[in-house]
């Protein structure tokens, strides 16, 4: 987008001795106050420079801007020098760009060359993907996308918890009380089942905690048998996970799970060894990290087996490795601050001098407020259920409201799955929450319903207008910007040109909640918009003029739907 910070600065910088065009540009400000114009200017910094008091710098300055259209007035105002765009150039100047770059306009090529990794999801095999994982995988799923839009090679890893011994636990329990049938229909609720029964037997047995032990042993040297069923009950699990990922329209580049490192873990307890890194306690090994502040980490067990710490560590360098990325992200709930920062420190302690570039993004929890979905006890709430409702819920209120689509199914997918995931994406990451399905569905509030429904109103005022203004309004013949300058379009263009800058802002922080409060901005600016004036008019040129704002507002909301992985239907 046209930056007209740039342009400002490129204006000031023959009226100020001694500072370049970049230097004035990181100083221009934009006031909080509206009412104190787009851009300010302060002089203070000047002031030693030029030996000249502030308020005498700015209102030289303010005299000396010459006008050629960009600004409706230039004022000095104390230290400051106050720039007033002109609403007519900007509105035009904007409608004009995401006119011609179309959905590509909030793409960037700041990413070329570097290669960022995206690791979300990342369920445990025979465990259930419950409510608490859906935020990792949304979460992840739109910090991909979002450095995807900004140009960056992107890696999206699945890192199953397939691995360690628990699954000689399971191994042993499918052994005692399984059934191949039971697996194959439900292969989680099933599995978790052999899981739990596990748990309450070897409570009246403890030799069963040895056998488990023993089957895993035997798993970890690569015995046929219990390779094969280990490798039966990831393909299960996986096949149950896929379902949930394609009802939410998620895809990876690698399932690289646990179980992947279990190879690559001897060369990294040679390097901790060769460091002197390793302690002996007890028969297993640790990595002393008081001097740090944190607790030992635990690599392995006296048994000789693998940790999950152990095969963090091997992934990271495998993946530096395989994939010399720029950035690492993990995409893990915040209860694992410590886990991370642990091994993050052992990277470091390695010699390795891209730890810095490994980075945690932790979120909160969250808990459920609907009685019947709560999690009673042993109940677990999954994920695949809570989608299905969604969209069962959204069916009813779409039926009851009489929304218009053709195809009611289709509709009730988008938006029920889009409600869940933007409620997910709503908050600040890191807050706690608390799943409210009154909130999550509501078309009125600030949800996902009500941004998709912004942008099928924007659909249909196209449809209204029909295929020949329309196709003007996209090709900007007999655009008008002067007839699209009101408050509230004005205030609507503003929020369009911000979006480039509010996607760098959400990938600087990896917190996509700041695309979804700027769309739901958008969205109600354009309700503004929509409500204090008439777009479809007898009058060509304004309908055509507020044509060409509503493409343009249509196309930011399903930019950054999209960027939240979420859908815009065209009609609900
Ligand atoms: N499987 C783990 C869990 O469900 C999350 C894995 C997080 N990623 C990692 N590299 N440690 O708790």
Known sequence: MTSYKKSIAEILAPLIDGLTAEEIEQMIEIPADEKMGDYAFPCFRLAKILRKAPPLIAADIAAGVPNDGLFEKVENVNAYVNFYLSRERFVGDIVKEVGEKKENFTKSNKGEGKTVIVE??????AKPFHIGHIRSTVIGNSIYKIFDELGYNTVRINHLGDYGTQFGKMISAYRRWGNREDVEKEPIKTLLSYYTKFHEEAEKDPSLEQEARDIFARLEKGEPEETELWQWFR???????????????????????????????????????????????????????????????????????TLYITR???????????????????????????????????????????????????FGMVSLKDGVMSTRKGRVVFLEDVLNR??????????????????????????????????????????????????????????????????ARACSLMRKAGEELTAKAEKLEGFDASLICSDSAYELAKLIYRMPEVIQEAADKYEPSVITRHIIDIAQAFNRFYQSERIVTDDEAATVSRLALVICTKTAISNGLALL????????
């Open 120 to 125: 979300f999801s990342s369920p445990n095999i």
């Open 235 to 305: 393909d299960e699990s996986l096949k149950e996970f896929t379902r949930v990922y394609k009802m939410l329209g998620i895809e990876f580049d690698s399932y690289a799970g646990e179980s992947f490192y279990s190879d690559k873990m001897p060369r990294i307890l040679d390097e901790l060894k060769e460091k002197g890194l390793l302690q002996e306690s007890q028969g297993a090994q640790i990595v002393d990290l008081e001097k740090y502040g944190m607790p030992p980490a635990l690599v392995t067990k006296s048994d000789g087996s």
């Open 312 to 362: 963090d560590i091997a992934a990271a360098v495998y993946r530096k490795e395989h994939y010399d990325f720029y950035k690492n992200i993990y995409v893990v709930a915040s209860q694992q601050n410590l886990h991370f920062q642990q091994w993050f420190k052992i990277v470091e302690l390695l010699g390795y001098d891209w730890a810095g570039d490994c980075v945690h993004v932790p």
């Open 390 to 455: 969604a969209v069962e819920k959204t069916r009813e209120i779409i039926e009851e409201k009489g929304v218009a689509t053709d195809n009611i199914d289709e509709t009730a997918a988008q938006v029920g799955i889009g409600a869940v995931m933007f409620n997910e994406l709503s908050n600040n990451r890191i807050k706690d929450y608390v799943f409210d399905w009154d909130k999550v569905l509501n078309f009125e509030g600030e949800t996902g319903p009500y941004v998709q429904y912004t942008h």
């Open 565 to 572: 992985g979420i859908q815009a239907p065209e009609r609900m």
